[in-house]
């Protein structure tokens, strides 16, 4: 029986017991899979995707019946959320038949599915991969993909986590795959074929990588060690090797070699250049591998002719080949025979089944018979001679990974076949070192590799191997162990290869021990051989092997002898468990399944080393000082006592801890008075004591030990059982007071030479514990600890800073034990344990006072907080900005330890972080700090537990960085400095998600607008957000006004009396007419509305996209009868309607916003099915291109569109393409549209019929697509069909000047703004050809390849040789203009100058003078002035003379008056033009009066009197274009006095004012309140050349006239717009708000650096201009964005709806509320005491604070009560208006410390410790000086009130005076060295050392402090000492007497 007692005793018990069904399983039972199926083969073919691109369903409804449990497998694995609170849960992956099925599940909640999948075929394989996406070139940061692998047997679908799916197609047949560090790893299927083929050659890879599902598969390359330092780089071709285990970390594989029956690990990595290039290249030939090389070269020669099969030139090679196969050339033993495969390329036919990599088979071999032609060239059935032999060489797949072997089983013979792994693991022990273990179950054993990092990175050392016998085996990661199933059936935990226990499960214990229970199944069958199931066993699933698997007890009874301690009967009585537990599977962090020998799954927990923190970092700490065996020993030992069946609760833990700890010391802890008092529980019995904890292996001297001491045994003998073995020297029996005397160590103990090193860690742990308020508890029980081990090393100085530490605490501690000197001197003393004790606080203090530190010791790893807050100190109070980067070592000294190797070096790693994060010069400590706090990880709940005082500076540096923050900080920075506001920003929220309609600014909820009219909604512009305009102009209803203006849906109202003698008739056409005039407006109205709702909406994916319609009926009051245009009575022109809908669908799609989710599909299912609306769907494609979508709709429907013949819809979409490839040289566009100029074809190729329209659009296409990139042949084919003839068949005669105009536009933009520096174009002669253009003059020859069509003239115009100047004048004008733009190049800008001779001017339109004018007013950017002299300067002297002066002057005969006054206004609306560009977008005041002058002189012309000389049309053209021009300078601002004089031209109808007309005026209203208020033009290159498209001056004179200008090009000037309204939105309502802004200029040569205030809402000026933006106070908090570090932060924000979010000051209303801030709470009462703290609800909304006013606030009529409540009232009041409440607990702290030393019941001093810091810090002189210099708060302290602080310490002084005054005695006896008795003065004479800063007693003896003669003698010993003046003048008359001492001031 004792020993069934004793093994009993040595067990460990598990927990959490439950049964376990893999949850996939009951899942599949409810999935509708076969239902499914069925539906899915009744859908038409073309319908159904298939998922693997092979024979689709076919045969899939055999799969029905599922579940056949052979078929099932599954895994488990640990996953968590990566939220900060890291919900730890399980996942399993489980697979049956073709479905997987993934779920979730933790303690707390049930599984649930995360996602199932369904394939079409049997699922061979799921699995869990990552797979990395490097982000940019630049940075090597790479996106980690998690996805799940789904493998079939001809392809691999991959589903990631982010919603993207792909399907890899599988070249081969694949037996497994693994997953890795860089993606899959893809093991070829070994086909028995491969063997014996008869001419042998050389082998295939057979190990492949796939980094990335849309990456190619790539054969794996293994490196071997070379004898001649050469290195062999092969594939990896060895069809013996079987990959049996892939891990991540660390990245290496298993094989396992079938020949040598031999496993091997080895290093996976990325492939090296080197290596890549050896492989490429045909290695030298070498000794042994002339012949292997020579195949190699011939491979690559031959490779495209060379089936796997084919016997081309199999027989020629046949000798050779065999000497490379043959195995004497690279022995087995070392290498895996691997080929040199160099050509694998990429070129070959899919057909032929060589190492191509493409087509599903190309490694299967077995595919081809071989061919019966013999040596024929074309060998295999489907290659050509063309195809394989005259292609040049093709380069050949690089290999992305290479395996190096680390380590190999040593070969022995006696290993037989059947030796493979069926389970390999890694795991780690608890002192850090890692094993991989590997299960071989034919010899029953687990064969552990210890392993080590080496110095190179990627390189592993593997070190022992050791085995342990064992039938199963299960890592527990989070236990650092592994649960081992011993061959006789008993489940026994190790850690490493150290068995810690055996493990007792307890629902698998039957209570009756009879022994035949177990018996029969000895009978089960001996001669089966387990065999592993499968060579390619999954790692995780070895369900194959159920059924296979015979009971091995047999074998485990007769192995016993591998385990001493086990015997038959012990298993057969206590281990019930034989006959039960088959395997362990699926372990999981501590949790782990037994699955049963009859099928069923038990799944159990193992428990934790310990639950108390404080247990747990003490055991680090022992853990890290000492060696690794005696540490192994230690926690071994600890876990057995811990966790014994019935073992201690929570709260007992660290009691238990003691005694363990302190039993192995060597003390003998029942004899020590506190240890014996420390209770585990109250044993009611001495039996069951051990079952409850057993401390020890062997079960016998601590168990009588633990009798002896326990309080039953006290009860019985009130004596001692003397002489204990091993526990101490035999003590005298007799009462317990007379052994207090000879308590000692017993030297004999394991660890007792470790105690000086113990204690000196554990005493760091103490100093770091109180760094953590949470911790306190746990400091205050380790000190009892310490103190004891302190009086045994005789240390002074310890015992007495932990006495000032908890001074009535230690008093009660007396006894210390002997221990020998001899032995003292044997024991391992570390260099750190210093006879003065290192103290954190008094590190800090020295730190404040500007003393010097020596480094302060620390553990990495285990003193974080020290770490933390002494570095913070070196950097913000020292100001030693290299504290956290490259001189820690100044300041942390760390320590060596027992385990150097395996315990990471922090240091460096931070000096990288470190680097990384303060590349940028910094002067700001405060901001410094803030960043390294965030990258170590600190927030702002750890904040809360740093102690009051040590926290303060940490607290200041925040509240500086809160008041000046920078804008580009990380988010964490933000939260730590305590902005929500800036939080919110750099979490780069986007504002609207969900659907557009109903989400407002900020995604808040807001109710969809109410439609007053049921057909309101289908305006089109009630997408806008009516907040934010509301805010912008909250005076008026601009807005409504111009969606009244812009609306097309509604009819109009056709007003016209009927006069007395109009027939009825004549009136109805009277009516009619004038609807024919208003429809011109109607159909204008679309393209301003484009402009006014641009980006304003984001469309819902499954809805179409609204579209208004273009409603061209009327109303006739009073009756409001309908007039029609459709009734017959008048002549309506053909088509007039086409082109306003396709200009309607342009204004629809430019709602869309380009953040929008807008897919191909949704473009397409948009397609309207009526073809009356196809040009507004041609209309809406060119919208999608302009807002960047149209790139993502596919190529074949692009392609489908084009081919329709569609004219309106090929201008669309070739003028939308080209936009949305804006500049990028595209190809397959370029392509795309060089189909549609005959300019760019080849002259040879067929005339394709283009419509001219379509030319247009594809030449200006060309334009915008090489925009700016100077490309030669586009310059040069532009150039010349600038000037394009006729054509001999007038088949380009119609709307020549429009395709003129369109080249010289796309010949600007392709040129832009390159000027002179035109590359390799000095031949050409750009700008004289544009010139002659421009003039006219003889037409030159071609030199083109086009020159043949231009040869034979055209038949009907007679335009001779000379330039036909009416047409390629304006195309001209505007390529120079765009060519030269912003140049400021004279010379050119000179050939642009209006003629100053009436004689020129009669040569020259007076139309091409605006063109002129403008195109030289923008060559000469820089000297555009915004007012109306500059713009009149431009008019030629000769002009100047004869107009303006009036009627009087004798006009003489040759002057053409007409000529003149036309020209003029042409020149002035040029000029106009030229200023409306250079301010576009900036609201300049002076541009605006200047050009607001001359729109009311045009229009004051266009009066019927005087608008007869020039002509009432071109009055028009002039007043349109410099309404236009305000409408630049404005665009955005929605400027009431443009809106009045565009709705004053919008009531205009008939007369002259055509339907172009109505374009400009509405083109001008959408432009001034473009994208309703958020967006404005940029002046940028490419914005002029939009604008310039868009507003050329030629505006058509009726719906369908495209004669000079194209019109779709209209709605280019799109592309000039960017965002650039910032809105500030408070970040507690989210609701936008207003907020000041000050806005910084930088200088210029036009005005010197200035700030300006605006009001926000509003439109920012171009970025480039300012240098930064501020939010002012003081309602909201300080933001600065400063533009000098790059405008990248600015323009993500504007991109974003330009949100800002900003947050409200306490007590401060927004300007909505008080308009002019009189109501503040702050303004009217600055006095404290007539605070309220009722009124504290309008400061704040913490309930925190709320309820401190509530309980400590209230009046009360006691007069302490009142004072207090008023000094609470006040802190309150401070904290809240400085806007830091969190300095209320500090305020409050240094109260309680104060009265708690004037009361005189301080039991402990560290209140008032910290007090003592906070004023030193206060006082400190560095920081006082650097926050009182300017950039900083004007003179205020830190953070505390001035006044608080001095009221505090004067009462804290006056409360030690009495003290000391009454008991100076107690001073007295401390300093000259007497024991301290227990009377109660102690506690106020440890606050009084500390307050004061008082050395230790033994620095005060050394100092003589009592030997000074004077007082300035002693007041220079002190002052060395660190004594302040203050404590001096205390302690001056103990030390010299009363005489003539300075009495201390008050």
């Not at 040569?1645 to 933006?1669: G, Q, R, S």
Request: glycine content about 6%.
């Amino acid at each position: 029986m004792s020993n069934i007692y004793e093994e009993r005793a040595t067990m460990i018990a598990a927990g959490e017991l439950q049964s376990f069904v893999p949850f996939g399983r009951e899942h599949c039972k409810n999935h509708p899979n076969a239902v499914n199926i069925q539906l899915r083969q009744l859908q038409p073919a073309s319908e159904l995707w298939s998922s693997d691109g092979a024979a689709g369903l076919v045969g899939s409804l055999q799969e029905v019946t599922l579940l056949e449990r052979d078929k099932e497998s599954w895994q488990l694995r640990k996953g968590s959320d990566g939220a900060a609170e890291e919900v730890e849960y399980e996942e399993e992956l489980y697979v049956a038949g073709n479905m997987v099925i993934w779920s979730r599940g933790t303690k707390g909640q049930s599984s649930f599915v995360y996602k199932a999948f369904t394939v079409d075929s049997t699922v061979q394989q799921a699995l869990w991969c990552n797979f990395r996406v490097p982000q940019s070139k630049k940075l090597s940061k790479e996106i980690v993909e998690h996805t799940v692998c789904i493998a079939q047997s001809t392809c691999v679908n991959v589903h990631s986590v982010s919603g993207k799916d792909f399907i890899a197609p599988l070249p081969f047949q694949v037996s497994t795959l693994w997953p890795t560090m860089f993606g899959l790893l893809l093991e070829r299927k070994h086909l028995t074929t491969d063997v014996p083929m008869s001419p042998p050659r050389e082998p295939l890879p057979t190990l492949f990588s796939m980094l990335h599902p849309l990456d190619e598969i790539a054969p794996l390359v293994c490196r071997f060690p070379a004898l001649f330092d050469i290195p062999r780089i092969q594939y990896v071709s060895d069809n013996t090797m079987r990959v049996v285990f892939s891990s991540c970390d660390p990245s290496v594989i298993m094989t396992y070699d079938t020949v040598q029956c031999t496993h091997t690990v080895w290093l996976l990595r990325k492939v090296t250049v080197e290596e890549q290039s050896v492989l490429l290249k045909c290695p030298e030939p070498g000794p042994g591998t002339g012949a292997a090389s020579f195949l190699g070269t011939h491979l690559r020669n031959v490779s495209r002719l060379d089936s796997p099969a084919s016997p081309l030139h199999c027989h020629a090679l046949h000798n050779q080949s065999r000497l490379a196969a043959s195995p004497s050339l690279h022995s087995r033993a070392h290498s895996p025979g691997i080929s040199n495969m160099a050509a694998l390329s990429r070129s070959h036919n899919p057909g032929i089944a060589a190492p191509s990599f493409c087509g599903a088979q190309r490694f299967n071999i077995s595919c081809h018979s071989p061919s019966p032609r013999g040596h024929s060239l074309l060998a295999s059935p489907n290659s050509t001679m063309n195809e394989s032999a005259l292609l040049p060489e093709k380069e050949p797949i690089i290999p992305d990974l290479c395996i190096e072997q680390l380590w190999t089983e040593t070969a022995s013979d006696h290993r037989d076949t059947s030796c493979q792994t069926s389970k390999v693991f890694i795991t780690s022990d608890l002192c850090e070192n890692r094993y991989l273990c590997f299960l071989v179950e034919s010899h029953q054993e687990l064969r552990c590799v210890k392993f080590l990092d080496s110095n190179h990175p990627s390189q592993l050392l593997f070190v022992s191997m050791s085995t342990i016998p064992a039938k199963d085996a299960a890592p527990l990661q989070d236990r650092d162990c592994m649960l081992v199933l011993e061959v006789n059936g008993s489940l026994v935990l190790y850690t490493g290869v150290t068995r810690v226990s055996k493990v007792f499960v307890p629902g698998l214990l039957s209570p009756s021990l009879n022994i035949p229970s177990c018996l029969p199944h000895r009978c089960s069958s001996m001669d089966s051989v387990s065999t592993p199931a499968k060579p390619t066993v999954r790692h995780l699933s070895n369900l194959e092997e159920i059924g296979v698997m015979p009971s091995p007890v047999m074998e485990g009874l007769g192995s016993a002898k591998h385990h001493h301690e086990t015997s038959w009967v012990e298993d057969c009585t206590f281990q019930q468990a034989v006959p039960h537990i088959h395997t362990l599977r699926d372990s999981v962090s501590s949790r782990v399944t037994l699955e049963m020998r009859n099928g069923s799954m038990l799944r159990i927990a193992i428990p934790e080393i310990a639950t108390s923190e404080l247990v747990m970092r003490c055991l680090q700490a022992i853990r890290f000082i000492l060696p690794k065996d005696t540490a192994m020993k230690v926690l071994v030992k600890w876990y057995n006592i811990y966790n014994a069946p019935g073992g201690p609760s929570m709260h007992l833990e660290w009691n238990l801890f003691v005694t363990c700890f302190m039993t192995l010391m060597g003390y003998n802890t029942d004899r020590l008075t506190w240890t014996r008092n420390l209770h585990f529980e109250v044993p009611l019995s001495p039996v069951i004591a051990p079952k409850k904890a057993r401390p020890a292996d062997t079960g016998s001297d601590e168990d009588w030990d633990y009798l002896c001491c326990s309080d039953y045994n006290w009860q019985l003998s009130m004596q001692h059982v003397a002489g204990v073995p091993g526990l101490g020297s035999p003590a005298p029996s007799g009462v317990r007071e007379e052994q207090l005397s000879v308590l000692s160590v017993d030297s004999s103990a394991p660890l007792f030479q470790h105690i000086p090193s113990l204690f000196s860690v554990l005493h760091l742990l103490y100093e770091d514990l109180k760094l953590d308020e949470l911790q306190r508890s746990g400091a205050r029980a380790l000190v009892g600890l310490l103190q004891q081990m302190a009086r045994d090393l005789q240390l002074e100085e310890y015992i007495d800073l932990y006495w000032r530490d908890y001074p009535s605490f230690i008093k009660t501690f007396s006894e210390s034990c002997v221990i020998d000197q001899a032995q003292l001197e044997q024991m391992i003393r570390p260099s750190f344990l210093t006879p003065e004790p290192p103290s954190v606080f008094g590190w800090l203090s020295n730190c404040l006072r500007g003393e010097e530190m020596t480094p302060f010791p620390y553990m990495p790893g285990i003193c974080e907080r020290t770490k933390l807050l002494v570095l913070s100190y070196a950097l913000y109070v020292a100001g030693d900005v290299n504290a956290v980067s490259d001189d820690v070592f100044k300041y942390l000294a760390k320590i060596a330890a027992g385990q150097k190797k395996t315990i990471f070096d922090p240091i460096p790693e931070i000096r990288r972080e470190s680097c990384v994060k303060f590349a940028a010069p910094q002067d700001n400590l405060a901001e410094k700090l803030m960043e390294w706090l965030t990258s170590a990880g600190f927030t702002l709940k750890d904040l809360e537990s740093v102690p009051f005082g040590a926290a303060l500076p940490i607290r200041d540096a925040i509240y500086q960085c809160r008041e000046h923050p920078c804008s580009d900080w990380s988010e964490e920075v933000c939260a730590l400095i305590g902005r929500q506001d800036l939080t919110k920003q750099a979490h780069k929220v986007t504002l609207t998600k969900g659907k557009s309609q109903t989400v407002g600014l900020g995604g808040v909820m807001l109710e969809p607008p109410v439609p007053s009219e049921a057909d309101e909604e289908e305006d089109g512009m009630a997408d806008l957000d009516p907040e934010v305009t509301g805010l912008i102009w909250s005076q008026d209803l601009r807005v409504q006004e111009v969606q009244r203006l812009l609306q097309s849906s509604r009819p109009v109202r056709v007003n016209v009396s009927q006069l007395p003698e109009v027939s009825d008739h004549e009136y109805i056409e009277e009516k009619e007419n004038k609807l024919l005039l208003l429809c011109q407006r109607t159909m204008a109205l679309p393209v301003g509305r484009g402009l006014f709702t641009l980006f304003s909406y984001r469309p819902v994916p499954t809805e179409p996209l609204p579209v208004p319609k273009l409603n061209l009926t009327g109303r006739a009051p009073p009756r409001n009868t309908m007039v029609d245009l459709s009734s017959g009575n008048i002549d309506v022109p053909p088509n007039m309607t086409s082109w306003a809908s396709f200009h309607n669908g342009v204004a629809a799609g430019l709602k869309i916003a380009p953040a929008s989710q807008v897919e191909s599909a949704w473009i397409a299912y948009n397609k309207p099915k009526s073809a009356e609306l196809a040009n507004e769907y041609a209309g809406f494609l060119m919208a999608l291109g302009l807002n960047g979508h149209l790139t993502k709709l596919a190529t074949l429907n692009i392609h489908d569109y084009l081919t329709k013949g569609h004219e309106m819809t090929s201008i669309g979409l070739l003028l939308g393409v080209s936009a949305a490839k804006l500049g990028t040289m595209d190809m397959s566009i370029t392509r795309l549209l060089s189909i549609h100029i005959p300019a760019l074809l080849p002259p040879t190729s067929t005339e394709l019929d283009v419509p001219h329209s379509v030319q247009v659009a594809a030449v200006v296409g060309i334009g915008l697509v090489y925009q700016g990139t100077g490309h030669r042949h586009n310059a040069e084919v532009l150039l010349a069909e600038i000037g394009r003839p006729p054509g001999p068949e007038m088949e380009y005669c119609t709307d020549r000047e429009s395709y003129s105009l369109a080249a010289g536009l796309a010949l600007g933009m392709v040129c832009l703004g390159h000027g002179s520096n035109l590359i390799g174009m000095t031949d050409l002669n750009v700008p004289e050809q544009l010139y002659q253009y421009m003039v006219g003059g003889h037409r030159r020859t071609h030199a083109g390849i086009n020159r043949e069509k231009h040869k034979s003239p055209s038949y009907q115009i007679k335009e001779g040789d000379t330039i036909n100047v009416d047409v390629t004048c304006p195309g001209a004008t505007l390529a120079l203009a765009m060519i030269y733009l912003k140049t400021n190049n004279r010379s050119i800008a000179d050939w642009l100058k209006a003629p100053d001779t009436m004689f020129l001017l009669d040569f020259i339109k007076p139309e091409f003078l605006l063109l002129r004018t403008l195109a030289r007013c923008i060559i000469m950017w820089d000297e555009i002035l915004p007012n109306a002299e500059w713009i009149n300067s431009n008019v030629p002297q000769i002009i100047q003379e004869n107009i303006g002066t009036g009627e009087e002057v004798q006009v003489s005969q040759d002057l053409n008056m007409e000529t003149l006054v036309q020209a003029h206004d042409y020149i002035i609306a040029g000029a106009c033009m030229a200023v409306g560009f250079r301010f576009a977008g900036s609201a300049n005041s002076d541009a605006f009066d200047c050009l607001y002058k001359f729109a009311r002189m045009f229009m004051q012309s266009l009066t019927p009197s005087a608008a007869t000389i020039t002509g009432q049309y071109n009055l028009q053209t002039c007043l349109s274009m410099v309404l236009l021009a305000l409408s630049m300078v404005m665009a955005g601002s929605g400027d009431l006095k443009v809106l009045q004089l565009c709705r004053f031209l919008h009531k205009r109808v008939g007369g002259e004012m055509n339907y172009g007309f109505h374009m400009a005026h509405h083109m001008a209203l959408g432009l001034l309140l473009l994208g309703g208020g958020r967006y404005t033009l940029s002046t940028s290159n490419s914005a002029i050349a939009a604008l310039l498209c868009a507003l050329y001056p030629h505006f058509p004179v009726h719906s369908t006239d495209n004669r000079y200008h194209l019109q779709a090009l209209r709605h280019l000037g799109v592309l000039a717009a960017e965002p650039r309204l910032l809105v500030p939105v408070d970040v507690d309502t989210l609701k936008p708000c207003h907020a000041l802004l000050d806005v910084t200029y930088k200088a210029t040569k036009w005005y010197d650096e200035v700030t300006v205030e605006l009001m926000a809402p509003t439109l920012l000026p171009e970025l480039h201009l300012l240098k930064e933006v501020r939010v002012k106070g003081p309602r909201y908090w300080e933001l600065t964005i400063d533009m000098s570090k790059g405008v990248q932060h600015l323009q993500s924000i504007l991109s974003r709806d330009g949100v800002l979010y900003v947050k409200l000051r306490a007590g401060q209303l927004p300007y909505k509320d008080d308009p002019l801030g009189l109501n503040s709470r702050l303004a009217p009462n600055p006095d404290v005491s007539s605070f309220k703290p009722q009124a504290i609800s309008a400061f704040t909304s913490d309930g925190a604070l709320l309820s401190f006013a509530e309980y400590f606030c209230q009046a009360s009529s006691d007069s302490v009560a009142k004072h207090k409540q008023a000094l609470f009232s006040a802190i309150l009041y401070e904290c809240v208006t400085q806007e830091n409440p969190e300095m209320l607990p500090t305020y409050m702290a240094i109260d309680q410390a104060v009265r708690a030393v004037e009361r005189g019941d301080a039991s402990e001093t560290f209140a008032l410790g910290q007090m003592k810091l906070v004023l030193e810090l206060c006082e400190s002189r560095g920081l006082q000086r650097r926050l009182t210099t300017p950039p900083h708060r004007k003179g205020r302290g830190l953070l505390l009130t001035s006044e608080f602080l001095p009221v505090m310490k004067s009462a804290a002084d006056s409360a030690f005076d009495c003290w000391l005054a009454g008991n100076s005695h107690v001073l007295c006896g401390y300093m000259s060295g007497q024991p301290l008795n227990e009377d109660t003065e102690t506690n106020m004479l440890a606050c009084f050392l500390i307050y004061h800063s008082l050395p230790s007693l033994k620095k005060m003896a050394a100092a003589d402090l009592e030997g000074s003669a004077s007082f300035p003698e002693l007041l220079v010993k002190c002052s060395q000492l660190g004594v302040s003046v203050r404590a001096v003048l205390s302690l001056t008359p103990l030390l010299l007497g009363t005489a003539g001492i300075p009495q201390p001031v008050h």
